[in-house]
């Protein structure tokens, strides 16, 4: 029998003459009398499950279209800052749920968390929201506070004028729900214009999120935890077994697997169960034999992997933690890049991207059979990952690893220089 789940979230189909809406009467916030809201339960190929929602009322003519993310909370918020430096930048496009918090650094403005519903726009489209936001109760204010509104007006003049790009400024989404999104139109190449960094939610941002704590590590050591979750391809309910397990000649790791009975999709993630190790690793290898891809492989996830010859920079968390193989690897790469970027398929494709994303595809497959000569780097500034040697005890003449001291960015990436480990114990006088 079909999950309920996996049976209501349609593709989008223009010709799916089946995929109507649910109309429901309900309040209208502007007159107060009965409208209709519209309800679609929809999935954006690529992409994930989201609910669009249109009310409209009869009475006063006042319309509302709302998009709610259904997937899942990921497990690291997300942060993009971006500089704007031309118009064209104003074409980018963004995913922004409701969780999400947008700041303007040279306006000093921000849109706080939960004040707006989610939605899939550009940047130009994100101004103007904040832009009609600010401008909704003007008129009230006109006439109860006129040097408010007065200075308001001034502001959003400002505002209104940041879509020229005269100068340029930073634009930043923080995402504690890590799903929200600003397109990189240099893709699979790294965006010098965008920096992406993600991060370990607070307490405070996990119940604001409705996350209970995580279990104890004591418990997971002594037995496979399996808890009820939803599968990352057709979100049907599945289950996912957790365990803790020292590797031999390494360190304690966490493994965590999900099976999906309805689709048949499997994953599995690693994530390190010990400390930060004092030094960042840096491993370099270059590929010289088809046989190289069977090396095993352990990507933390504060792991970025880099491909010099391609130009190529795939940032830490992307992929997760994963315990495979190097050719699994460049697989789960050219996945994320190529296959499932939501960005390459519908209105939103350009023929330059997509064409860009393909050559970057054979070129992937080019390396898997052994086909271009190129190195691969594993840098983690938290020292907890692995590339197996094959010469092992000897050394890889065709692996070099490196030890480094994290630099002050690294350090704040990880959470490490605001965390105090001396002195406890201590008493002051």
């Known amino acids: 029998m079909e999950h309920v789940r996996g049976g209501v979230f349609k593709d989008i189909n223009p010709e799916d003459e089946d995929a109507q809406p649910t109309e429901i009467e309900s309040l209208c916030m502007n007159c107060y009398e009965t409208g209709k809201t519209r309800l679609l339960l929809t999935k954006i190929p690529f992409f994930r499950e989201i609910i669009i929602s249109s009310f409209t009322c009869s009475q006063c003519h006042w319309t509302n279209t709302e998009i709610q993310s259904a997937g899942r909370i990921q497990e690291q918020g997300v942060s993009y800052t971006l500089k704007l430096k031309s118009k064209e930048d104003m074409n980018r496009e963004v995913v922004k749920t409701d969780s999400a918090t947008t700041r303007i650094l040279e306006l000093d403005f921000e849109i ?34 006129p040097d408010v509104a007065n200075k308001l007006d001034q502001f959003i003049q400002r505002l209104k004028k940041l879509k020229d790009v005269e100068e340029e400024f930073t ?14 139109p240099f893709a699979p190449q790294k965006d010098q214009a965008l920096s992406v960094s993600h991060y370990k939610r607070t307490p405070e941002q996990n119940a604001a999120l409705g996350i209970q704590p995580a279990n104890d590590l004591e418990t997971m050591r002594n037995e496979v935890l399996v808890f009820n979750t939803n599968c990352p391809e057709c979100n049907s309910p599945a289950s996912t077994n957790m365990k803790l397990v020292q590797i031999p000649h390494f360190k304690e790791v966490i493994i965590m697997a999900t099976n999906c009975d ?17 030094l960042g690793t840096r491993i370099t290898l270059h590929l010289t034999d088809p046989a190289d891809m069977s090396r095993d492989l352990l990507k933390s996830e504060t792991c970025s992997v880099l491909i010099p010859e391609l130009e190529f920079e795939l940032g830490m ?57 190129v190195h691969i780097i594993l840098d983690d500034p938290a020292g907890n990952s692995y590339l197996q040697n094959i010469y092992a005890p000897d050394p890889d003449p065709e692996m070099n690893l490196e030890k480094y001291t994290r630099t002050f960015e690294q350090n704040e990436d990880l959470g490490l220089n605001d965390m105090k480990t001396e002195g406890y114990g201590k008493t002051e006088n």
Request: aromatic share 4%.
């Open 112 to 145: 706080p968390a939960f004040t707006q519903k989610g939605s899939l726009s550009t940047i130009e489209g994100l101004l103007d929201r904040a832009v009609a936001g600010l401008e909704q109760d003007q008129p009230i204010r006109r006439a109860t506070d």
């Open 262 to 278: 309805s689709c048949g999709h499997r994953t599995n993630e690693v994530k390190s169960g010990g400390a930060t190790e004092e």
């Open 171 to 184: 634009l930043i989404i923080d995402d504690p729900s890590g799903n929200s999104f600003i397109e990189n």
């Open 317 to 373: 968390a992307a992929l997760g933690g994963k315990f495979t193989t190097l050719e699994g690897l460049l697989k789960d790469i050219k996945e994320l890049i190529v296959t499932k970027n939501p960005f390459t398929c519908g209105d939103s494709a350009t023929t330059d991207t997509a064409e860009k994303l393909e050559v970057f595809g054979k070129k992937i497959d080019k390396i898997i059979a052994g086909q271009m000569d």
